[in-house]
């Protein structure tokens, strides 16, 4: 069993929808959260991070922490076709010094948003 | 602003041949990271450096090796190259510094044939 488990899709939702990713993880000892976007062929590129449980928004975008459940989510308001990409939940069991971009990730959830 | 540069995007090798990678960091950044990428798959973390020493190793096989050099950029050179190598290979870097953002570079797409 992978350490991270991500719903693995595909989305296919119509534009203005609010969209919902989630993962889970069976490592207690991860402390930082992070959400990536990746476009077809390119590298991914970092949405939202946090280290504590509850909620942190920017924009549209909002992420959700659980420790307790170790459960993460990342939601999408007002959806645009210009988020059709892959979302990649990630984690590292430290937030500083060199093991910080020591990162799991999950298998990824492939997001098409229609006009 | 200046990205992680990766090179070559893409190249192609026959099986048992060598390829080197190479990654040229964000300006000031002290720590680099590489990621292999199959086909459908998520990131697998191979290796990072920290001030040109490995600080971390993940699933990186025997056959291939790393460094970082004085001027911070890192090759990642892989012998004896195998189809199942073929995959695209990510470089990142960061400040070591807890809460910065690791940027990751557009990749480096290898097959081999």
């Known amino acids: 069993q992978k350490e991270v488990e991500q719903d693995p899709g595909p989305l296919s939702v119509p534009e203005g929808a609010i969209v919902s990713l989630n993962c889970t993880y069976s490592n207690s000892a991860f402390q930082y959260f992070m959400w990536y976007r990746q476009y077809s062929r390119k590298g991914p590129e970092l949405l939202m991070y946090t280290y504590s449980s509850g909620n942190k928004e920017d924009g549209r975008f909002t992420a959700q922490v659980d420790k307790s459940s170790k459960y993460i989510s990342l939601f999408i308001r007002d959806s645009q076709p210009s988020d059709s990409a892959t979302y990649l939940c990630a984690m590292a069991f430290s937030a500083g010094g060199t093991s910080y971009g020591k990162l799991t990730f999950g298998q990824g959830t492939i997001l098409t948003v229609h006009p | 602003a200046a990205g992680v540069i990766q090179s070559p995007r893409h190249l192609i090798k026959e099986k048992r041949e060598t390829a080197t990678l190479k990654c040229y960091p964000i300006?000031?950044?002290?720590?680099v990271y590489w990621y292999q990428q199959g086909p459908g798959q998520d990131p697998q973390f191979l290796i990072s450096f920290y001030e040109k020493m490995q600080s971390d190793k993940g699933s990186i096989p025997d056959r291939f090796s790393a460094q970082q050099f004085s001027d911070y950029h890192s090759e990642l050179n892989m012998s004896s190259l195998e189809l199942g190598d073929s995959a695209l290979y990510f470089c990142?870097?960061?400040?070591?510094?807890?809460?910065?953002?690791?940027?990751f570079g557009e990749g480096s797409w290898l097959t081999v044939v």
């Open positions: 990142a870097s960061s400040l070591s510094g807890g809460g910065n953002t690791i940027y």
């Open positions: 300006p000031r950044h002290d720590t």
